[in-house]
């Protein structure tokens, strides 16, 4: 198409044939580097797995403590705030004590997605997440040591929450208890269990609220499935419910984290209520040190003074005032009247452990798909 | 200076060494691990997780509302193309440059927003809900928020091409005595088919990903209002990453067969446009 002098004009101005020949080579660099990273990309799941014993066994403790550590805090989405203020007097007193001075790293985000990514090789130091499975599936990659719950006291829970009822304001719709939930006409807003933590401890407390209390299985099978009929959003966690609820004016109840339901009610300034029924679950979001990555950066003293330091007196008052009910029973005592008595029970009261509770309603194939299950 | 290389361009290959490596870092090497992460599941195991009853309720709403979307965009894209490119008026520049806000937008904005705004007590499903038409929450709530981040697709492809469409050849029409209505199917709309096709197609693969709007203003209600990335999310949050990759690999069979498909339209249309 173009005649040839043209040709010989981008010839001139490029390339002597030594060029020429590394262009063609550098076609071959480019598929070279090509292959490798391919090489590396489907090596790299199993490389996590195997740097993990060779890493406990790297760094030895270094006699004196070092002059400053960094630690990286894995949490959940609304432990922000806690955190941030938990850290500032924790660095205080740490550095105070040890001479080193730490600096603390959070970062916030979905249980699970937070678990996943320190799964996929994110360097948490300690994890807080807010629930057994999202820990213990860290644990099972073998980034946490077995037996991990019994490192810390009280199972390795500093605070524990739970699931409690937000209502419209003077509570129209009179919600006092999980029966109320499903009389005619109410709407209730919870996220999809599939997909939120806040969504299948909804789920679990709503279950033992009849099987707790002298109802059968089938009994809480039909409950649950008007309970679930009864509510029109199914948001996909936590905070997109609580906008559904708040912004949106969607819905009568909201059942939420009781530390998120506190700020929801204290946001709203008058336009909303909170509402404890007799019995819900008891939410526990554990807290672990991460072995695998504490032992290769040499931070495990660290770590572990920051995870202890939550179950002290003065942190527990910061637990209390975030609305976290805190695990030392006279923290507990002295902020009774932030934390109304019920009848707080454990997964374990509904199925034999956590993983089978989410087999049993959850997973595919579980009680919350049945529910669903368009009649033939 | 013996010439031996016949290439207008020289560099051939070090183009198309680029080329293959970006390609294969950027989609080839990510779609494949997809494809050995999901082929570590046993027949059964991939058959169980993609072929449920709920999946397939789920499959049929992405692909439906996808291709809704993209007809309604076919249309809505090609006169707002042509408004643009054929009429002037004050605040042309900031209407063109509004089209491509669907792209910049984060899309769980325009979910979050789109939601606000048909629920009952919003702006515009105030005079809507009475009437019975649910925005929020429904399947026409899907189908809104596809559209929106579908439109600039369409409208982006279409406009150059008119751009370079003479308006002489229209002139020509009509003075051959070929009535508007003849005008447009027989000598503007065969010009643009290849475009529009292009287009509808972009739209189309962009709204069988969309995730972030889509969640906001859809309600997640199984088999009704549940599209499958939904699914994917599901699995993972199960820790279940070999049964989520298998749902999206269906995905992307299901896509990469249409757009194929698409393709060929394309060059089919383009032939006999031609």
């Known amino acids: 198409m173009l005649p040839n002098s043209i040709d010989l004009v981008y010839l001139s101005q490029h390339p002597t044939r030594a060029t020429e020949a590394v ?30 014993p060779a890493a406990s066994a790297a760094e030895p403790q270094a006699a004196a403590p070092p002059k400053s550590v960094e630690l990286l805090n894995v949490s959940y989405d609304p432990t922000r705030e806690l955190w941030r203020d938990l850290n500032e007097k924790f660095i205080a007193s740490y550095e105070k004590e040890t001479g080193t001075k730490v600096t603390i790293k959070q970062s916030h985000g979905g249980s699970s997605t937070q678990a996943r990514s320190v799964i996929d090789g994110l360097e948490a130091d300690v994890v807080t997440l807010a629930s057994f499975l999202d820990t213990e599936a860290i644990s099972k990659k073998g980034l946490i040591q077995p037996g991990w719950m019994e490192e810390l006291p009280n199972r390795s829970l500093p605070y524990t929450s739970t699931i409690v009822f937000v209502v419209r304001k003077g509570n129209p719709k009179n919600v006092k208890d999980w ?32 099987v707790l209390r002298g109802g059968s299985r089938d009994d809480a099978v039909k409950y649950v499935t008007q309970l679930y009929k009864q509510v029109p959003v199914l948001d996909s966690g936590a905070r997109g419910a609580t906008t559904t609820f708040v912004q949106k004016k969607i819905g009568d109840v909201h059942l939420a984290w009781e530390n998120e339901a506190r700020l929801e009610v204290r946001e709203a300034k008058g336009d909303l209520d909170i509402v404890y029924p007799p019995i819900s679950i008891r939410a526990e979001p554990h807290v672990a040190i991460v072995d695998a990555n504490v032992d290769r950066k040499g931070s495990r003293a660290a770590a572990e003074a920051y995870l202890k330091y939550v179950y002290t007196n003065e942190a527990q008052q910061i637990v209390a005032k975030h609305f976290y009910r805190p695990s030392d029973e006279a923290t507990l005592k002295a902020n009774a009247a932030t934390f109304p008595e019920i009848k707080l029970f454990p997964v374990t009261e509904i199925a034999k452990d956590f993983p089978d509770a989410h087999k049993q309603f959850i997973a595919e194939g579980g009680v919350f798909d049945s529910i669903y299950k368009p009649k033939k | 200076m013996a010439n031996v290389n016949r290439r207008v361009l020289p560099g051939f290959s070090l183009t198309l060494g680029y080329t293959v490596f970006y390609l294969s870092v950027l989609v080839i090497i990510p779609i494949a691990a997809c494809f050995i992460r999901a082929a570590s599941l046993s027949f059964d195991e991939f058959w169980g997780a993609v072929w449920t009853e709920r999946a397939r309720a789920a499959y049929m709403l992405t692909f439906g509302a996808s291709f809704i979307a993209a007809v309604i965009n076919l249309v809505l894209g090609a006169l707002i193309a042509w408004v643009l490119v054929r009429y002037d008026f004050p605040g042309k520049r900031v209407v063109d440059s509004l089209v491509d806000l669907p792209l910049a937008l984060p899309t769980a904005v325009g979910g979050l927003v789109y939601a606000a705004l048909y629920v009952k007590n919003g702006w515009i499903g105030q005079f809507l809900v009475p009437l019975g038409i649910q925005g929020a929450y429904s399947r026409l709530g899907i189908v809104l928020v596809l559209v929106f981040v579908g439109l600039p697709f369409m409208v982006r492809t279409v406009q150059p091409v008119l751009e370079d469409f003479d308006p002489e050849s229209e002139e020509a029409s009509a003075s051959l005595g070929a009535s508007r209505l003849q005008t447009l199917r027989h000598v503007i709309l065969p010009a643009l088919y290849p475009a529009m096709i292009t287009g509808f197609a972009l739209a189309f693969a962009r709204s069988v990903g969309e995730y972030g709007s889509v969640v906001f203003i859809s309600g997640n209600m199984p088999f009704k209002t549940e599209i499958a990335p939904i699914l994917i999310v599901a699995r993972l949050e199960e820790f279940a990453y070999g049964e989520a990759t298998a749902i999206a690999v269906v995905l992307l069979v299901i896509s990469f067969s249409l757009l194929i498909f698409i393709n060929l339209l394309e060059n089919w249309s383009r032939r006999h446009a031609a």
């Open chain 1, 23 to 52: 262009l063609k080579r550098s076609g071959f660099i480019a598929l070279l580097t090509l292959g490798t990273l391919g090489l590396f990309g489907c090596n790299q799941a199993e490389s996590a797995e195997r740097t993990k």
């Open chain 1, 179 to 210: 029966t109320d939930l499903v009389k005619p006409g109410v709407e209730v807003i919870t996220p999809n269990p599939k997909t939120s933590g806040n969504g299948y401890l909804s789920f679990f407390s709503a279950w033992g609220s009849v």
